[in-house]
Protein backbone atom coordinates (compact mmCIF):
# COMPACT_ATOMS: atom_id res chain seq x y z
CA UNK A 1 0.00 0.00 0.00
CA UNK A 2 1.57 3.28 -1.37
CA UNK A 3 5.04 1.88 -0.18
CA UNK A 4 4.22 1.54 3.37
CA UNK A 5 5.25 -1.75 5.27
CA UNK A 6 2.80 -3.52 7.28
CA UNK A 7 5.02 -2.70 10.51
CA UNK A 8 5.31 1.05 9.59
CA UNK A 9 1.48 1.18 9.10
CA UNK A 10 0.84 -0.36 12.49
CA UNK A 11 2.64 2.85 13.67
CA UNK A 12 0.91 5.15 11.87
CA UNK A 13 -1.11 7.99 13.55
CA UNK A 14 -3.55 8.19 10.61
CA UNK A 15 -5.75 5.63 9.11
CA UNK A 16 -6.70 5.13 5.50
CA UNK A 17 -10.26 4.20 4.79
CA UNK A 18 -9.03 0.91 3.38
CA UNK A 19 -6.94 0.47 6.45
CA UNK A 20 -9.92 1.13 8.81
CA UNK A 21 -12.04 -1.05 6.17
CA UNK A 22 -8.99 -4.01 7.29
CA UNK A 23 -9.16 -3.58 10.72
CA UNK A 24 -13.11 -3.36 11.26
CA UNK A 25 -13.68 -6.41 8.69
CA UNK A 26 -15.93 -4.33 6.57
CA UNK A 27 -15.91 -2.82 3.07
CA UNK A 28 -14.34 0.20 2.29
CA UNK A 29 -17.97 1.93 1.16
CA UNK A 30 -19.18 1.11 4.80
CA UNK A 31 -15.93 2.58 6.45
CA UNK A 32 -16.59 5.64 4.27
CA UNK A 33 -20.37 5.76 4.94
CA UNK A 34 -19.40 5.62 8.73
CA UNK A 35 -17.17 8.50 8.05
CA UNK A 36 -19.55 10.69 6.10
CA UNK A 37 -21.97 10.21 9.00
CA UNK A 38 -19.97 11.29 11.51
CA UNK A 39 -19.75 8.15 13.62
CA UNK A 40 -16.29 8.10 12.92
CA UNK A 41 -14.70 11.41 13.21
CA UNK A 42 -12.22 11.99 10.28
CA UNK A 43 -10.15 15.01 8.15
CA UNK A 44 -9.88 14.96 4.37
CA UNK A 45 -6.40 15.91 3.63
CA UNK A 46 -4.88 16.53 -0.02
CA UNK A 47 -5.50 17.86 -2.98
CA UNK A 48 -7.83 15.10 -4.09
CA UNK A 49 -9.46 15.27 -0.19
CA UNK A 50 -8.54 11.34 0.74
CA UNK A 51 -10.39 11.04 4.04
CA UNK A 52 -7.55 9.96 7.09
CA UNK A 53 -8.84 8.42 10.53
CA UNK A 54 -6.79 9.16 13.70
CA UNK A 55 -6.18 5.56 14.82
CA UNK A 56 -7.14 6.70 18.27
CA UNK A 57 -10.51 7.67 17.18
CA UNK A 58 -10.85 4.03 15.91
CA UNK A 59 -10.39 3.26 18.93
CA UNK A 60 -12.88 5.01 20.44
CA UNK A 61 -15.08 4.00 17.95
CA UNK A 62 -14.64 0.37 18.69
CA UNK A 63 -14.82 0.96 22.40
CA UNK A 64 -17.69 2.74 22.30
CA UNK A 65 -19.29 -0.04 20.49
CA UNK A 66 -18.53 -2.44 22.98
CA UNK A 67 -20.10 -0.29 25.41
CA UNK A 68 -22.98 0.29 23.53
CA UNK A 69 -23.32 -3.52 23.37
CA UNK A 70 -22.80 -4.17 26.75
CA UNK A 71 -25.49 -1.46 27.81
CA UNK A 72 -28.02 -2.91 25.37
CA UNK A 73 -27.17 -6.62 26.54
CA UNK A 74 -27.89 -4.91 30.22
CA UNK A 75 -31.20 -3.49 28.81
CA UNK A 76 -32.58 -6.68 27.63
CA UNK A 77 -31.81 -8.33 30.80
CA UNK A 78 -34.23 -5.56 32.98
CA UNK A 79 -36.50 -5.58 30.66
CA UNK A 80 -37.01 -9.58 31.40
CA UNK A 81 -36.77 -9.21 34.64
CA UNK A 82 -39.46 -6.79 34.98
CA UNK A 83 -41.75 -8.71 32.55
CA UNK A 84 -41.31 -11.09 35.74
CA UNK A 85 -42.13 -8.74 38.19
CA UNK A 86 -45.57 -8.17 36.10
CA UNK A 87 -46.15 -11.38 35.83
CA UNK A 88 -45.74 -11.72 39.71
CA UNK A 89 -48.08 -9.05 40.17
CA UNK A 90 -50.59 -10.22 37.85
CA UNK A 91 -50.53 -13.73 39.47
CA UNK A 92 -49.25 -15.18 36.56
CA UNK A 93 -46.23 -17.42 36.87
CA UNK A 94 -43.95 -18.20 33.87
CA UNK A 95 -43.13 -21.56 33.39
Not at 6 to 23: G, M, N, P
Not at 55 to 68: F, G, P, T
Not at 73 to 91: C, S
Request: charged share 35%; proline share 1%.
Amino acid sequence: MNGIGRQDRALARFLTLLDVAEILRISVVEASALVRAGEIPAIQVGTRAHWRVERDHLEAYIEARYEEARLAGRWNELAERADDIVDIFAGRRRG
